[in-house]
């Protein structure tokens, strides 16, 4: 399991620890008992365990996203693939932002399908 | 399940290398199915349900099989239904004005729909989970596990032994047999180069490279366009296709050129190229984080260096871009 202090990269996911959460943001409910970080269209997704004292939001922009982790609790992200498996990162309290990668096409920027 | 407390004795421990074998290769096993037995588990599950038997169960060459088998099959069943409900409609319609007409209709329809749409949307994955199988199956006879529900398991553990892939629904249920054969990379995924990496006897086939599906014409050699190949948009199957096809051969046919490349590979490497029908595209060939090479991203034409292209697939600038560690 791999730590960090302000800024990781877990495949297509950037996570970035941030002072606080902005405005205008709406929670996000877990599925199965796991937050869906990032979501992949074969089942590979990005997944925070649901446990008191996290939670997620989502704002405007479908490629930000926001995880809150209160100072007492510890969590990690996992990459839900039994192959090539991006390793674990550890999430200590604090707030975080967390960014889908995109790629730019002719017809213009859309999120990395995997 | 209680947590007991209880820990795993040495003894126990030296029985997980065997317990894993046994169910790798009962999970990756190429034998014809035994029907018969897998059958017995199917009725074993129904009845442990405290649902009635299904009036059919379809013995299938294929999950593919399975799924079709399982609609028309259901269809079949449901035909004496819907005749009853097209006499009804019948009758209806010509003797009741259409207000009365509508209401009978509709409460018939309901009755019949009711009646076909009693689907379980359920399917177990048979010798496909075998991970599960062995898990549940090592609690009870190397740990000493007991409980109720174990009666239970013992029935859907008889088909996994037995079979493949089932589906249940509440007039069909339909047993796959197990694949006809199953190609692997030294990894234990499901790879080949040049056919299907899993195929089942009735011609169903997957394929897949180092574990990552991609279309069986690519297997047969026949490639997209270097272009498409490049904004191809699935980035694990475009990934595949570009070793597949070859980075030398792709950067030829687009006369690429190196515009920045960066000290750290995950930073990557900024193409730039003249892509037929396109114009000049610029793209970024990077290094992920489990080390895999070769993943190329479709960037801005205005990102000069690597680190600038990178940064703008997150939506940031160069300066904002600084992870600490990739995984």
């Known amino acids: ?50 446990v008191p004292g996290v939670q997620f939001f989502s704002g405007k922009d479908p490629t930000i996203a926001y995880l809150e982790v209160i100072d007492s609790v510890e969590v990690t992200l996992e990459h839900e693939r039994t192959f090539d498996t991006h390793e674990s990162l550890l999430l200590k309290g604090g707030t975080y932002e967390i960014r889908r990668q995109q790629e730019y096409t002719p017809e213009g920027w859309r999120r990395v399908a995997d | 399940m209680k947590k007991t407390g209880q820990k795993l004795t040495p003894e126990m421990i030296a029985q997980m290398p065997g317990w894993v074998d046994k169910w790798v290769k009962l999970g990756l096993s190429t034998e014809p199915a035994d029907f018969n037995a897998a059958e017995k588990g199917v009725r074993g599950c129904y009845q442990a349900a405290g649902l009635k038997q299904p009036k059919i169960i379809l013995r299938m060459d294929s999950p593919y099989g399975v799924i ?56 177990r994955g048979g010798n496909l989970w075998a991970g599960w199988y062995a898990h549940v199956s090592f609690l009870r006879d190397v740990v000493g596990w007991k409980g109720d529900k174990l009666n239970d398991f013992f029935h859907d553990e008889l088909i996994a032994k037995n079979a493949g892939w089932t589906i249940w629904t509440e007039t069909v249920a339909a047993i796959s047999d197990r694949p006809k054969n199953i190609r692997l990379d030294d990894e234990g995924r499901l790879h080949c180069v040049d056919g299907p990496a899993i195929f089942w006897r009735d011609g169903y086939t997957l394929c897949a490279w180092h574990g990552v599906r991609i279309p069986a014409e690519w297997t047969r050699g026949s490639f997209p366009s270097a272009k498409e190949m490049l904004f191809w948009k699935n980035i ?77 697939t997150w939506g940031l600038k160069p300066d904002q871009y600084k992870p600490e560690v990739r995984s």
């Open chain 2, 68 to 123: 079709y088998g399982t609609a028309i099959a259901h269809n079949i069943i449901n035909a004496e239904i819907n005749k009853v409900y097209a006499q009804v409609y019948a009758q209806v319609d010509d003797q009741v004005h259409d207000q009365v007409y509508a209401q009978v209709r509709a409460q018939v329809y309901a009755q019949v729909s009711d009646q076909v749409s009693k689907i379980y949307r359920t399917y």
């Open chain 2, 236 to 312: 694990e199957q475009r990934r595949a296709g570009c070793s597949m096809l070859g980075w030398s051969k792709i950067l030829k046919e687009i006369n690429a050129k190196v515009i920045d490349k960066d000290n750290n590979p995950m930073v990557g490497t900024l193409m730039e190229a003249d892509i037929p029908d396109s114009g000049i595209e610029r793209f970024l060939v990077v290094e992920c984080g489990t080390g895999r090479k070769g993943i190329v991203l479709p960037v801005s034409r205005e990102a000069n260096t690597a680190l600038e292209a990178n940064a703008s």
């Open chain 1, 1 to 50: 399991m791999k730590t960090f202090i302000k800024q990781a990269a877990q495949g297509d996911v950037l996570i970035t620890r941030i002072d606080k959460l902005p405005e205008g943001l709406s929670e996000t409910r877990s599925q199965d008992g796991k937050f869906i970080i990032a979501h992949s269209e074969t089942g590979h997704h990005h997944t925070v365990a649901e």
